[in-house]
């Protein structure tokens, strides 16, 4: 059975950091991307970030701020969150998909996951 589990949510002020984890257990982190959602109040779901196999990515919204990183050993993916902004406030939701997700490649597009955590609440507010 496919668990994600998500922590590490909370309330920060803006210019703040976060760190998020999925604990992932099911699957081999080697033969499946992971990838990072959010959702917003009245807003779609959407990629933020995601590691392949070989490869990771950021959406244009997070790319400097956000780093992605992977501890097999643990089968956690992480995400650090640096220079927080009000407009950084959702649910966040990591994701895996069915199957092997291929070399060099992870994608932003929630179509292309199958297993959803909960999520974790980040607020960014003074």
């Known amino acids: 059975q496919v668990q994600l589990v998500e922590s590490g949510g909370g309330s920060v002020q803006p210019g703040g950091s976060l760190k998020l984890s999925c604990q992932v257990s099911?699957?081999?982190?080697?033969?499946?991307?992971i990838g990072w959602f959010r959702q917003a109040p009245g807003k779609e779901r959407e990629g933020v970030s995601c590691?392949?196999?070989?490869?990771?990515k950021h959406a244009d919204s997070v790319q400097g701020r956000f780093t992605i990183s992977r501890d097999d050993a643990k089968n956690t993916v992480y995400l650090q969150m640096d220079s927080l902004t009000p407009e950084d406030t959702a649910v966040y939701y990591c994701?895996?998909?069915?199957?092997?997700?291929?070399?060099?490649?992870?994608?932003?597009?929630?179509?292309?996951?199958?297993?959803w955590g909960q999520g974790t609440q980040v607020t960014v507010s003074s």
């Open positions: 994701a895996a998909p069915q199957y092997y997700s291929g070399l060099y490649y992870c994608g932003l597009d929630t179509n292309e996951y199958n297993y």
């Open positions: 099911g699957l081999n982190l080697g033969y499946h991307m």
């Open positions: 590691f392949g196999i070989g490869q990771t």
